[in-house]
């Protein structure tokens, strides 16, 4: 092939097969319709109910997350409301809050008995 090109003529017999050809020779009958129909939209519904599914599933994932940080935020918080409740409520701190107000501990005879 030196230097020779090849030509490709287009072949005027162009066969088409048109579906309206194809209906005519294959009859369907209405029972395989409705087969078809109703195994497209058990394909369907499966899908959509997969979507639905894996979307909570996700969800509650995101959910539970969440409320895991939320409980460790919370516990800290607790714990650091324990220690200035107990520096608080110490034996120290109380005397000296007592002092500055003039306070002193009550005695026998200040109790009154109710009866």
Do not use: C, D, W
């Amino acid at each position: 092939m030196n230097n020779k090109t090849l030509i490709y003529k287009p072949n005027i017999g162009y066969y088409h097969n048109s579906k309206k050809n194809n209906a005519k020779s294959e009859t369907v009958s209405l029972k395989e319709r409705v087969k078809i129909f109703l195994e497209n939209l058990l394909v369907l519904l499966l899908g959509i109910s997969v979507f639905v599914l894996s979307v909570g599933i996700a969800y509650n994932t995101y959910i539970l997350a969440k409320l895991k940080v939320k409980k460790l935020s919370l516990l800290n918080e607790n714990q650091a409301l324990r220690k200035e409740y107990q520096y608080l409520t110490s034996k120290e701190v109380v005397l000296e809050k007592a002092k500055k107000l003039n306070l002193y501990p009550p005695k026998k005879e200040n109790f009154i008995k109710l009866k």
